[in-house]
């Protein structure tokens, strides 16, 4: 596992090749099995590690969202878009 201090330079090495990657997921993943299979992983990576003696993976990855689910979060959580 990569060191805490350490996650935002490996991050800034592979960001192309994880870009590239999440392009393929998006166009070629089955979603809920996608799902399965990270919470899985997740689980496995951080049965042991705590998440709170860091935070560069929250600083350091983003997510994006379609306008679809933009709205159908902000619907579910009675908020404006």
Known sequence: MIAPSKVNIA???LEKENLR???FL???ADDDELDRQ???LHNELFAEYDCCKCGNCCRTYSTA???YEVGSIAA???LSR
Do not use: P
Request: proline share 0%.
């Open 65 to 67: 969202l379609s306008e």
């Open 76 to 78: 579910f959580l009675e």
């Open 38 to 40: 990270f919470l899985k």
């Open 21 to 23: 990657f999440l392009a």
């Open 26 to 28: 998006k166009n070629h």
């Open 11 to 13: 991050a800034k090495k």
